[in-house]
């Protein structure tokens, strides 16, 4: 009989899922709407089973395997308390027992960027990588590490939260409380944050932009890549900015940790190469020991918005050991 896991991606305004079967194909969907920020735990809560209730009356008959949960927030070493997420009200909330006796079978709980990551290794764009490294560029920046078969977490759970790694001493002040994150730099807000600059100076090199977004109430990151990919300089610029800043925080990555992949996800990575070609370039600039030793690839995610779900459903099978070498 077919076993099937169900995958659980929470965001900040939705919960999306999937039946997901061993190859890591997505058979059914699902997603509903919660509130932005003012989201209680139990609303959250009450729409992941409902989600998951939905889920099971399409599995027709097949084996669930267990409900694994990808969250964007901190979560603790125990893979079972959401420490704190930045766009909910879960602070030091014990998910997985929350849910233990209202879904069917284990429940997992994991940081969404790890989940991504996971999705990747096993069946996208980093499959038979031993050392691979998760870039998520949305509106801020996450990340997630895979080592040998198995998701690295660090001491406490929260390791892969390299979007807070400084790179400007003093500079643009973060959402985390700290000055000159990579996130201000190289992620979504960072691309609308300076086109919206340009536009409100009535800049004449944003013309075309302007052009394509009418008032910039309407200016967001999709907007702005896809005004590029039309062939707008200005919005090409943009974009290669962001990639610069990509690339050079990838070669304090590879300094610290000296991955074989890189893998690109996120709505960001939708640039495609006028992103990754920039990013690339900046990395080979700014690599420690250049022309010495071996360069990481630098590729795009392969598994789109799904990964979180993909992932987070796999997971549940577990990780590491004979699974993961026979997988890959």
Known sequence: MTQLAIGIDIGGTKVAGGLVDEEGQVLERMRRDTPHRSTS????????????????????????????????????ADRAT????????????????ALAARVPGPVTVDNDANAAAWAEYRFGAARGESHLMMITLGTGIGGGIVVNGRVERGRHG???EYGHMQVVPNGVRCECGNRGCWEQYASGNALVREARALLLARSPIVEELKAYVGDVDNLTGPAITESAHRGDAAAVELIREIGEWLGLGIANLAAAFDPGTFVVGGGVSAAGELLL??????????????????EARIVAAQLGSEAGLIGAADLTRGEGGARSSSSV
């Open 82 to 97: 959401v420490v704190f997420a930045p766009h909910l009200s879960w602070r030091q909330e014990p998910l997985r027992d």
């Open 41 to 76: 735990p139990a609303v959250v809560e009450d729409t992941i089973v409902e989600v998951v209730d939905e889920l099971l009356g399409r599995a027709g008959g097949a084996e669930i395997v267990g409900v694994g949960i990808g969250a964007a927030g901190f979560v603790a």
């Open 277 to 294: 070609g920039p990013a690339r370039e900046a990395f080979r600039r700014q690599l420690t020991g250049r022309g010495y030793r071996p």
């Open 158 to 160: 929260m390791a892969g």
